[in-house]
């Protein structure tokens, strides 16, 4: 079985390639054509470590993200998040190959936004907020570089010092970062990148302005306040996982019959004249696009 690093992985991952792949396996998962059940958590006796296991299945592949997070990990040259996502074919059993579990949630986690904005978004984008300095930050900046390279792309974080120090930081000659209090005007675009469990934007809803969020994936977090929530059209990735992780949607007391499935836009876009906002909570289906991309290459 090939083992990719997680450089490796990366570029098994084009944004381009990755996104066309998820859009078809939105659509299968939403038809039933993929298995994928409740993830697996187990503490280690002692408290110290967390194992999650999240397999799924289609008639193509079988997959399985391991990851181990290890908070005291935390200040040492040890990740906190380490794992593997494992890839066997559905007919033989053969194990194909094994790619780096964070990586593989990185990338195919912003490029569901990214899908969500092909689906959704209202006209060209030419202007996007993102909200955070973490992790995904640096993967929505670089999904949007692949894929809108002419977007004007601001950044809010925690301080101005660490939002100046993103911006410089991930920027690159053909693909700048600016500070947010740097762009005038309106976005079309708003993504919420973090951790938070306090709102952190809650902006008139417009329907020019597409909001998605991307962190706040247990109950008590939030970053989408509920003047946003509560008067624009609701969207999720995954309808199952949603009711029970969408911080946003949990604690704007939302009545989930009034939410769709990112599924539904295939060929039934949004009307113009209501807001958006899509949530993305993940699922175990997005890994196995991801590798249903490498695997086409094998």
Known sequence: MKQYSAPQTRALLPYPALVDTLAQTVQDYAEGLIRCPERLSVPAPDGTGLLMS??????????????????????????????????ADARTGTFLFSLDGPTVTMRRTSA???????????GPVRHVLMIGTGAQAIAHADALAALYPHATVAVRGRSPERTEAFCRQHS?????????????????????????????????????????????YRPEMIEVGPNIVQNSLLY????????????????????????????????????????????????????????????AHQ
């Open 112 to 122: 569901i936004s990214m899908l969500g904005i092909r689906l959704l978004a209202r």
């Open 54 to 87: 999240m397999p799924t299945a289609s008639r193509d592949l079988l997959v399985t993200k391991i990851l181990t997070i290890c908070p005291e990990n935390a200040g040492t040259d040890r990740p906190t998040i380490q794992g593997v996502v494992t890839c």
């Open 236 to 295: 999720v990735d995954d309808p199952i996982g949603a009711p029970t992780e969408a911080g946003d949607l949990i604690q704007a007391g939302v009545n989930w019959q009034d939410v769709t499935p990112l599924a539904a836009a295939f060929g039934n876009p949004p009307p113009t004249s209501k807001p958006v906002f899509f949530k993305s909570v993940g699922c175990a289906a997005w890994d196995l696009a991801a590798c249903r991309v490498v695997a």
């Open 172 to 216: 690159t000659p053909s693909f700048p970062l600016i500070p947010e209090d740097a762009h005038d005007g309106p976005f079309d675009v708003v993504l919420t990148l973090t951790s938070s469990t306090a709102i952190l934007y809650d902006a008139p809803a417009d329907p020019k302005c597409l909001v998605i969020g991307v962190g706040a």
